[in-house]
């Protein structure tokens, strides 16, 4: 797990814990930010070897009108190509960055085509 993961999770755990609601969760995902908001995609080291972890949260919900941005942290190159054609972010070298706007709600496979084992989702609600 890398340091920047582990920051995340001990974030989010802390915030869990500060929550004044009562009521159980009825869904383990965060909502999706508002509409214009943003999200991050970490490729991270070894990424062609985790398959379906190799983008992260898997699918990524996000809110219509959100930028999502898919940084390469991995040491060789990679890329994130819809499977439908709405986006190609071309080579991302290491520490190279893509962003994409979705505007459209809907389901949104993607994938590495260096990698073919690297596949992730976006939903967009």
């Known amino acids: 797990m890398t340091f920047r993961r582990i920051l995340l999770v001990a974030v989010l755990s ?4 500060c929550s004044s ?5 009825s869904s383990p995902s965060t909502p999706p ?3 214009g908001g943003a999200a991050a995609v970490s490729i991270p080291s070894n990424a062609r070897t985790l398959g379906a972890a190799a983008f992260g949260v898997n699918p990524l919900v996000v809110a219509v009108g959100t930028t999502v941005t898919w940084t390469n942290n991995d040491s060789i190159a990679h890329n994130s190509v819809s499977n439908t054609g709405l986006w190609n972010s071309g080579t ?3 520490g190279q960055s893509f962003q994409f706007r979705f505007a459209t709600a809907g389901t949104f ?3 590495c ?7 992730g989702t976006v939903t967009v609600q």
Not at 14 to 17: L, M, S
Not at 21 to 25: D, I, K, T
């Open 21 to 25: 609601s009562s009521s159980p969760s």
């Open 109 to 111: 496979p993607y994938t």
């Open 92 to 94: 991302l070298g290491p």
């Open 14 to 17: 802390a915030a869990a814990g």
């Open 113 to 119: 085509t260096f990698h073919q084992g690297m596949v």
């Open 33 to 35: 930010p508002a509409s």
